[in-house]
């Protein structure tokens, strides 16, 4: 302690930060870099697999939609109301003249309009040095190559084509349809996509795989050099024991680390912007939470899951262009096509925003045949600022379904790491004696890690600000509950939503119930970006907290069990927090 109260940040990031890796695992996108670098690799957290045969293996999970038109568009009509804005079923025919001279005036030009590329799946083998790095590389040949229509099958039979094994990332997203691939998702609304079509060490495999790929290719870190590098692992509020469990298992065992130390999201987020107490709501692609931190202590009497995100804003741009027959006649189908959604995640990071009025903009959708190059069309949208508003009422976005993973496998306790707390532990000399327990002295390693149990389904039906509300009062004490709603943290991509922020304050302050003695509600400025604030707390915690007990080895997880002899993980971290402070502010 004595040293981190004299020690200039910069100098812990150069002493420890270079061998320290955070990875921040999200549904959609997963986050990793060294803990010294100014921000990570986002990265989709998806892999396609080339498959011999056409209908081999895991297709995904089926998904239906669920039919709730009528619940939707009355949750139109009541934004509508509030942003003063013609109903649903108003004809706005006689406006559009008066709209496309405002939205000349409302230019987005500058905006980028992005166009994907589909990925090319396959390599060329031109003589026999590049065949041996080929197959060192995991590419596999095809046997017989069902090329898609279109494809030249003369003369260049003579260049042998490959497909590769794998392909992560976003890349993975940009695979055409008619090319042999199957796309796997391993983390889906906050959880591992656990199903009977896609069975745990599948799933299990597949997060290996993809994260194997990011350090390599990346990082550049090779699994030989591994051992001299210590992981950050960044987990959701979401994440059971046994997830938390297999995860960490993932990185010690699979990735090969040295070591390792599991923190929170939510008290990652609080060290990200210098703060010790604070509401912390993280909006992500596909699940937003809400957990409140007391002196950098999580309460878990406060968690609260809902589950929406940013993807859903995106696909319910969709449906609204459609509803006002805006969109283009062309085959857009963000669930079949993820080339899609990547289109539409950026039509809305880029126009829509909470605002009172109608909000309209003229831009450039695309068209994505399979196979075929993009098609671009020039359109109008309207109504950009409902589709956010469905934060505050979920009705509007109605959630993608799929086969929910079996709950006994989250409660599955029948053996997890129990054998290691019957067993006598032989003691390594290196071993310190806070972490030898001795005989049947181990203690639960989850102590150290609050985990939630996932709450009521009624719950799922909240909106942002009720849930919000309702986190804090869970708080407790008064003057706490004074600090929290005066201390909203606003982070993952969703926060970026311009008007976001004056939308929480006002609607949070109406949700609280007239007998609270609080009368006043404040969403503080993120000092760091909200998009990767988790993964820089991780990393300010990694470098800060290098020594403590928290750190498991490797040789521990593998060969003995895990001791955690302290559970005193947050409570003594004073000049860790002033640190942290300092750390930013630098």
Not at 261 to 280: D, K, M, P, R, W
Not at 298 to 307: C, E, I, Y
Not at 457 to 478: F, W
Not at 510 to 535: C, G, K, M, Y
Request: charged share 20%; glycine share 8%; hydrophobic share 40%.
């Amino acid at each position: 302690m004595d040293y981190l109260k004299t020690v200039v940040p910069s100098q812990l990031i150069a002493e420890r930060g270079s061998n320290l890796v955070v990875i921040n695992p999200g549904s959609a996108n997963i986050r990793i870099g060294l803990a010294h670098q100014h921000a990570p690799f986002v990265v989709p957290q998806c892999i396609a697999w080339y498959m011999r045969a056409w209908n081999e293996g895991y297709q995904g999970p089926k998904r239906t939609l669920q039919d709730q038109h009528s619940e939707r568009e009355k949750a139109y009509d009541i934004i509508a109301s509030l942003l003063k804005i013609p109903f649903l079923d108003e004809d706005t025919v006689n406006s559009y003249p008066r709209k496309m001279a405002r939205v000349d005036g409302y230019n987005q030009q500058s905006r980028s309009d992005a166009t994907f590329a589909w990925t090319d799946v396959r390599q060329k083998n031109l003589n026999s040095s590049s065949a041996r790095e080929l197959s060192e590389s995991k590419v596999v040949i095809a046997e017989t190559l069902d090329r898609p229509q279109g494809v030249d099958s003369g003369g260049r039979d003579a260049v042998e084509c490959k497909y590769k094994e794998f392909i992560c990332g976003e890349e993975a997203l940009r695979i055409s349809s008619t090319e042999p691939y199957c796309l796997r998702h391993p983390i889906r609304r906050g959880h591992l996509n656990i199903s009977q079509h896609y069975p745990t060490q599948q799933v299990i495999e597949d997060l290996h795989a993809i994260w194997d790929w990011i350090l390599n290719e990346k990082l550049h870190i090779p699994q030989a050099d591994r051992n001299m590098f210590s992981a950050i692992l960044v987990v959701p509020e979401t994440f059971d024991s046994r997830e938390i469990k297999e995860v960490l298992s993932i990185v010690l065992r699979d990735l090969r680390f040295g070591s390792a130390v599991v923190h929170q999201e939510g008290i990652a987020a609080i060290f990200g912007n210098g703060l010790s107490t604070a509401c912390v709501v993280n909006m992500g692609a596909q699940v937003t939470s809400v957990i409140c931190i007391d002196d950098g202590v999580a309460l878990p009497t406060t968690s609260v899951t809902l589950p929406f995100g940013g993807e859903d804003i995106s696909r319910c741009l969709l449906w609204v262009q459609r509803h006002h027959q805006t969109w283009p006649t062309i085959r857009t189908d963000p669930l079949a096509k993820p080339v899609d959604l990547l289109m539409l995640n950026k039509l809305k990071e880029s126009y829509c925003l909470i605002c009172g009025g109608e909000l309209d903009a003229v831009t450039v959708v695309h068209s994505y045949e399979d196979g075929m190059p993009a098609v671009a069309h020039k359109t109008r949208m309207s109504a950009l600022n409902v589709p956010p508003m469905g934060l505050f009422y979920p009705q509007l976005l109605v959630p993608d379904e799929y086969p929910p993973p079996p709950r006994s496998w989250f409660h599955d306790y029948e053996d997890m790491l129990e054998d290691s707390w019957h067993m006598d532990f032989p003691r390594r000399p290196d071993m310190p004696d806070g972490m030898f327990l001795g005989v049947n002295g181990g203690v639960n390693m989850w102590e150290n890690y609050p985990v939630f149990p996932i709450r009521p389904k009624k719950e799922e039906n909240l909106g942002l600000a009720d849930a919000i509300t309702s986190s804090i009062l869970s708080a407790g004490r008064i003057d706490l509950q004074r600090k929290l709603f005066c201390s909203i943290q606003l982070i993952g991509g969703v926060a970026l939503t311009g008007g976001l922020v004056g939308a929480v304050e006002e609607r949070v302050l109406h949700a609280i119930p007239a007998n609270e003695a609080i009368d006043t509600v404040e969403v503080l400025q993120s000092r760091t970006d909200p998009n990767f604030v988790t993964w820089k707390g991780g990393a300010i915690l990694g470098v800060l907290d290098f020594t403590r007990d928290g750190w498991i080895h490797r040789e521990d997880w593998i060969h003995n069990g895990i001791h955690v002899g302290s559970g005193r993980k947050y409570r003594d971290s004073y000049y860790l927090q002033g640190q942290a402070m300092s750390y930013i502010s630098s």
